[in-house]
């Protein structure tokens, strides 16, 4: 059985970044981003959808995500779906095979037991709410083609008060916690240090 490991915090905190420094630095590890398993909103109109919610644990399908971590702990390939941003719909689907060790990360990983079930390692990225902004401001606005007012107004709306109901109480559930301001070496030597 393969090892799975999940990387939780706050948006903006560096799981991302921690999930992608460690698939470079684990060979035949493979990343799902919980992320990609955002509900597929193309049966509602644009205006519905950008009134959606996406700071909630429930714009997420977190029964697909936990069946594919079954699968990949397994040793088994899963399609995992491709998430478009600009529409809030699925685009397709893309071949995850199996590997050793499997990374997910994604902010809502500690709220949902049936994923947490699946995990053998949970790793909880923090970091201050004003980096989290900054960080959340740049990757919006630059790969999510959104405005800067746009993202302030979500946040203050959405992604903070989600951070304080929803996503800091997994912090002391968590096996390790990491920095997510300090280098990121740092944290991908003590992710290696616990498997």
């Not at 706050?10 to 981003?33: D, M, Q």
């Not at 597929?40 to 594919?68: Q, S, V």
């Not at 902004?133 to 993202?151: N, P, S, Y």
Request: net charge negative.
């Amino acid at each position: 059985m393969a090892i799975r490991v999940g990387i939780a915090g706050p948006s903006g905190s560096g799981k991302s970044h921690l999930a992608s420094a460690l698939r470079r630095a684990l060979p035949g590890s493979i990343l799902l981003a919980a992320d990609d398993y955002y509900f597929d909103l193309a049966h509602l109109p644009m205006e519905e959808r950008e009134r959606t919610d996406f700071d909630h644990p429930d714009a997420i399908d977190h029964a697909l995500l936990a069946r594919h971590l079954t699968e990949l702990g397994a040793g088994r390939a899963v399609d995992a779906p491709v998430y478009d941003f600009s529409t809030h719909t699925r685009s397709g689907t893309r071949r995850v095979e199996a590997g050793d060790p499997v990374l997910v990360e994604g902010l809502f990983l500690m709220c949902w037991p049936d994923v947490v079930a699946q995990l053998d390692l949970t790793v909880y990225v923090d970091a201050p709410v004003e980096t989290c902004l900054a960080r959340r401001m740049e990757r919006d606005v630059a790969q999510r083609g959104r405005t800067e007012e746009f993202v302030r107004s979500q946040w203050e709306q959405t992604v903070l008060p989600s951070r304080t109901r929803h996503i800091e109480p997994g912090r002391a559930n968590a096996d390790l916690v990491v920095d997510g301001t300090a280098p990121v070496g740092q944290a991908v030597d003590a992710v290696r240090s616990r498997l």
